[in-house]
């Protein structure tokens, strides 16, 4: 059984960053994509970054210029790496493990950004 495990939030000031990690338990073959996805109270869930087999990245807007998202394949591991952030980014964020006929999700990490 694969699992995925986040790491890396907390709790930071406006301006501040973080950078959160996701490692999965065990090798994953054929692995089309990485990402991550936040959840705020209330809200739905929303992909935040994402990054495919050949390199490249999808970044949804609110988060363009601020956030970075990265890989190991070696380490089994993807990183989003979160400058500047807002008040707005406060979320559980979720990292996903895509392999075109299953995905892997991890449990959740709290990110809270407050003054």
């Known amino acids: 059984q694969v699992q995925l495990r986040e790491s890396g939030g907390g709790f930071v000031q406006p301006g501040g960053s973080l950078t959160l990690s996701c490692v999965a338990s065990t090798s994953i073959s054929d692995i089309l994509g990485m990402g991550w996805y936040r959840q705020a109270p209330g809200k739905q869930r929303e992909a935040v970054a994402r990054i495919h087999r050949d390199d490249s990245v999808v970044l949804v807007d609110s988060v363009k210029g601020r956030f970075t998202i990265s890989r190991d394949i070696s380490k089994n591991t993807v990183y989003l790496q979160m400058n500047s952030l807002k008040a707005e980014d406060t979320a559980v964020y979720y990292c996903?493990?895509?392999?075109?006929?299953?995905?892997?999700w991890g449990q959740g990490t709290q990110v809270t950004v407050s003054s």
């Open positions: 996903n493990f895509d392999t075109g006929y299953i995905e892997y």
